[in-house]
């Protein structure tokens, strides 16, 4: 079966330090990944995905970027944290078997003080 | 411009009564559509989707939606809620390109 890992679980960062979160997907080949953003209150808001290793689509100019070196990892990254990044970041992944039915990692609380 | 709205923020329901959180979408053309459940501080896990068909379609956990195209909605239901169904549930719904479009999501209490 198909997992989805995402760490750290939480992380508390200072403003203008470096970020990296990282994503993985077991049990599957070529999932199309993808980052959102959940802020307190809020609904869900698609950061980057992607395709394919290499291959990044970015849906809000920001602070962020995301990387995917290989088929099943993906990786959010920011050089200098604004307390506006503060937020739930959660991964997800979907198959061409399963189009649009998107599988959720357990997410990762930033706190940007 | 595309949209999902669910009109209710939060809803309060006694333990046992029945549930329906509401899910408008506005698309041009019949968008798949999905209905996610979130506990507090978890990742979000899918209840039931729709892509063609029967347009009643049964999840887990109990839970059914209805998919009406001339009101453009995908309403979730639950006959009777348990105390562990409280969460907040999200409405998605996605075009060709596999991505998806979510709701501002739905908070729901349950009362003993």
């Known amino acids: 079966s198909q997992t989805i890992h995402q760490w750290p679980a939480t992380l508390v960062q200072p403003v203008g330090s470096p970020l990296s979160l990282e994503c993985t997907v077991e049990?599957?080949?070529?999932?199309?990944l993808y980052w959102y953003r959940q802020a307190a209150g809020r609904g869900l808001q698609l950061l980057f995905y992607?395709?394919?290793?290499?291959?990044i689509s970015s849906e809000v100019p920001q602070n962020l970027s995301a990387s995917r070196p290989q088929d099943r990892q993906f990786i959010l990254s920011s050089k200098k944290l604004l307390l506006s990044d503060s937020g739930f970041y959660l991964c997800a992944w979907d198959g061409a078997a399963t189009a649009g039915e998107q599988y959720f990692g357990p997410g990762t609380r930033l706190t940007v003080t | 411009a595309q949209s999902v709205t669910q009109p209710d923020i939060h809803i309060t329901v006694s333990e046992g009564a029945s549930l329906e959180l509401r899910c408008n979408y506005s698309y041009g053309a019949t968008p798949y559509l999905f209905w996610y459940v979130q506990s507090p501080g978890q990742g979000l896990q899918l209840l039931l989707k729709y892509f063609s068909g029967d347009t009643l379609v049964q999840g887990i956990k109990g839970f059914e939606a209805e998919f009406k195209r001339s009101q453009s909605s995908f309403n979730l239901r639950k006959p009777s809620v348990h105390w562990s169904d409280a969460a907040e549930y999200f409405c998605?719904?996605?075009?060709?390109?596999?991505?998806?479009?979510f709701g501002a999501g739905t908070t729901v209490t349950v009362r003993a």
């Open positions: 049990g599957t080949s070529n999932p199309n």
């Open positions: 992607s395709v394919g290793i290499g291959q």
């Open positions: 998605a719904v996605g075009l060709n390109d596999y991505k998806l479009s």
